[in-house]
């Protein structure tokens, strides 16, 4: 589907695809403590084409244990979308920026979706 002001219009033939051939789309879920420090991150990740996209889904609730003790914290997500060779560098940089000790890098091949978006994906975060 594509959407054109109001008019959403369904494309001919379109549906999900195979990945193609090259680097491949990946996504990559970060949690933050609130939505500003995502934002920070988000925009440096997107100038410096690390990232194609980032999304910001606040009203995360994440319970986990860290260093012995049970941990219930708000926070919010990041949806990173990026090329799986620009990873390494991603994370790093995400590493770099991120206010917690560990920081939740952690990547998801896309298996398929609309070829013009992982084209675009692709394409945005080329070096």
């Given amino acids: 589907m594509t959407q054109r002001g109001s008019e959403v219009t369904e494309r001919e033939g379109a ?38 996209c980032v999304n910001l889904v606040p009203g995360l ?10 941990q219930d914290d708000a ?3 990041l949806l990173v979308k990026t090329r799986a060779d620009r990873l390494p560098e991603l994370s790093s940089r995400v590493e770099a ?8 890098v952690l990547a998801l091949a896309a298996a398929g979706g609309s070829p013009a978006y992982l084209d675009w994906v692709c394409s945005e975060a080329s070096p």
Wanted: proline content about 10%; glycine content about 10%; overall charge negative.
């Fill in 15 to 52: 549906g999900p695809a195979e990945p193609s051939e090259g680097p491949g789309a990946m996504v990559v879920l970060v949690t933050v403590p609130d939505a500003e420090t995502g934002a920070q991150i988000g925009r440096t990740l997107v100038a410096e084409r690390l990232a194609a």
């Fill in 61 to 70: 609730r994440s319970i986990y244990r860290w260093e012995g003790e049970i």
């Fill in 75 to 77: 926070e919010v997500l």
């Fill in 97 to 104: 920026l991120h206010p917690y000790e560990l920081p939740e």
